[in-house]
């Protein structure tokens, strides 16, 4: 989403007709909103998704590449080299990688029927693990836990909420609005476990997800389970690059959101800025405003 915020902001100001914009995706489809994913399961689709109009990426000047992400930079020599050997040379790089879902160093996380909640891949993959069965767990209390919780009620699941705080939403709320979601929730349906650490995750004799265990006892059964506990900057690229990083990740830049490295700038999730890594989208936006300017 920044990434395509700053194609927009960079085109507005007219930057490609003094430079060529050459745009590097990992996913196959162009930039589309994440905030409203959760939206697919009422029926929206994929094209209702997808930001900005198509002609942004016909426009003279840009140039698109879809599957086939940047696995390497060099950022004395200015190069960035696609994992199908591309090699695209370039003055300034914008590094716009984003975050990954952050999931526990438990045991069985690989397992079979366990899935992240971050990509329109994921949610199909989940879609479809969850026909014909019944129940669902989601570790992580937070809005994109609650939004998948709720993403699992509507296939059908049973559904609890797994949360290693004392409340939901524990950043966000006091004790008294937590304690007001969580009757909302219940209202809804959906099972709310606070004060639980999950410990790891239970397979059957096929090696697929049965449950959750944890770390003070009373195992779940679970068919499928979710992990949304947070995220993590997507920094290997830059770290890769010998860019410095904060010590709790994202690739440090200054306030013209470049990095250590001269001509490389990073935005949006992948940033930390001031010792702080934003997970929101509206910070991400600003700082695309910013290197548009800066490099217009």
Not at 1 to 25: D, I, K, N, P, S
Not at 208 to 216: D, I, Q, Y
Not at 266 to 283: D, M, Q, S
């Amino acid at each position: 989403m920044v990434g395509h915020r700053f194609v927009e902001a960079a085109v507005e100001r007219g930057l490609q007709r003094t430079h060529r914009l050459v745009v590097v995706g990992e996913e196959p489809r162009r930039a589309y909103d994440r905030v409203h994913l959760s939206s697919v399961f009422d029926g929206a689709t994929e094209d209702e998704l997808v930001l900005g109009e198509a002609d942004l990426y016909a426009t003279a000047g840009v140039e698109l590449v879809l599957g086939d992400p940047v696995v390497a930079l060099d950022a004395a020599r200015r190069t960035a080299t696609t994992a199908q050997g591309r090699v695209v040379t370039f003055d300034a790089c914008v590094l716009a990688t984003g975050s990954a879902p952050f999931v526990p160093p438990v045991g069985g996380a690989d397992a079979a029927g366990v899935f992240v909640y971050r990509t329109l891949e994921d949610l199909a993959a989940i879609r479809a693990w969850a026909a014909g069965r019944r129940t669902g767990a989601v570790v992580g209390g937070g809005l994109l836990g609650l939004e998948a919780a709720n993403a699992l009620r509507l296939l059908g699941l049973q559904t609890t909420v797994v949360e290693f705080a004392p409340r939901l939403m524990a950043v966000q709320l006091d004790e008294g609005g937590g304690r007001a979601l969580r009757r909302h929730v219940e209202a809804l349906g959906l099972d709310v476990r606070t004060g639980a650490a999950a410990a790891g995750v239970l397979t059957g004799p096929d090696g697929a997800v049965s449950g959750l265990t944890f770390a003070e006892g009373e195992d779940l059964r679970a068919d499928l389970v979710v992990f949304a506990a947070g995220i993590r900057p997507r920094d290997q690229l830059a770290r890769d690059a010998g860019l410095a990083t904060g010590e709790r990740g994202g690739v440090v830049v200054d306030d013209s959101c470049l990095t250590s490295a001269p001509g490389v700038y990073a935005i949006g999730e992948v940033a930390c800025h001031a010792g702080r890594v934003y997970g929101l989208v509206a910070p991400g936006y600003a700082m695309a405003a910013v290197v548009a300017d800066r490099l217009s």
